[in-house]
């Protein structure tokens, strides 16, 4: 009889490998990771401080970004208070043969820091060429840091550059790209504002603060219409000092004291003792 084979025992069937799809899983997340960090380092360049840029002969370009949003709507904002005072310069300038017009303005932001404030002053860009000029060079004093912005005379920002010596952070020129470009004999108005030590120094009997604002070399006579204004901190009180004309104010918490000064007159130097509550 013969002998019966063995049966083999078939093998038992085993789910199906998933190697393959694991390391694909694994290569499509590192994929996107990469994607994402590419995506969040374009961001960060585009909103970012941007690299200054060496330029020949040693100098250093930086590019700068306003600071200030000007357009604030409120009543006694610095911008509308800016915005009244050149109000009342342009009525003496018209009545003056529309002369030009430097306005400086002070804004003591901080109550308590007297003797650091923010200078708004109109910049007159004149273009006597014979082409289109996109940018204008203004001269730089002090540290980037100072400058809050430059504006148009409807406070967009302009976009700024500084050209400066590659050893010295201080001195340098301000580009300013204006848009649309002055045109051949064109005479633009731009408001600069930066944070700057104020005339302020402590009074010498200690109450309150003093203030000295030179009329300029020699008492200087300029063919322009000139405005000096101080916007003091809010329920401040001041004292002029002998010789310093009247000032006129504008009414509101803060008070802005301001003086105009027709062409051909020598500009007042400005004295005066103000005191203020400390916030």
């Known amino acids: 009889m013969p002998t019966p084979t063995p049966m083999k025992a078939r093998p038992r069937p085993t789910a199906p490998r998933r190697d393959g799809k694991v390391r694909n899983w694994r290569a499509l997340m590192a994929a996107a990771c990469?994607?994402?960090?590419?995506?969040?380092?374009?961001?960060?360049?585009?909103?970012?401080?941007?690299?200054?840029?060496?330029?020949?002969?040693?100098?250093?370009?930086?590019?700068?970004?306003?600071?200030?949003?000007?357009r604030d709507s409120r009543p006694q904002s610095p911008w509308q208070r800016y915005l009244e005072l050149r109000?009342?310069?342009?009525?003496?300038?018209?009545?003056?043969?529309?002369?030009?017009?430097?306005?400086?303005?002070?804004?003591?932001?901080?109550?308590g820091k007297p003797r650091d404030g923010n200078r708004w002053r109109?910049?007159?860009?004149?273009?006597?060429?014979?082409?289109?000029?996109a940018v204008f060079e203004c001269p730089a004093h002090g540290g980037t840091e100072r400058l809050l912005g430059f504006f148009t005379a409807d406070g967009q920002p302009i976009t700024v550059d500084r050209r400066r010596p590659g050893n010295d952070p201080n001195s340098g020129m301000w580009l300013l790209h204006l848009k649309p470009p002055l045109a051949p004999n064109e005479t633009r108005p731009v408001?600069?504002?930066?944070?700057?030590?104020t005339?302020?120094?402590?009074?010498?009997?200690?109450?309150?603060?003093?203030l000295h604002w030179a009329g300029g070399k020699n008492g200087q006579r300029q063919p322009?219409?000139?405005?000096?204004a101080l916007r003091l901190p809010r329920d401040a009180t001041w004292t002029l000092h002998q010789g310093t004309p009247e000032p006129d104010v504008l009414k509101g918490e803060p008070p802005v004291l301001f003086w105009l000064v027709k062409p051909g007159e020598p500009p007042p130097t400005i004295a005066l003792t103000a005191t203020w509550p400390e916030s």
């Open 34 to 70: 990469l994607l994402l960090g590419v995506l969040a380092g374009v961001w960060w360049y585009a909103r970012g401080p941007r690299r200054p840029t060496l330029l020949p002969g040693g100098l250093v370009l930086e590019h700068l970004s306003a600071h200030l949003d000007l």
């Open 87 to 111: 109000q009342r310069a342009e009525a003496l300038v018209h009545a003056n043969g529309d002369a030009p017009c430097n306005l400086q303005f002070w804004d003591l932001a901080d109550p």
């Open 122 to 133: 109109t910049v007159v860009l004149h273009h006597p060429g014979f082409a289109p000029r």
């Open 191 to 197: 408001i600069q504002v930066e944070r700057t030590p």
């Open 199 to 210: 005339p302020f120094k402590e009074a010498s009997n200690g109450r309150g603060w003093d």
């Open 224 to 228: 322009l219409v000139q405005v000096r």
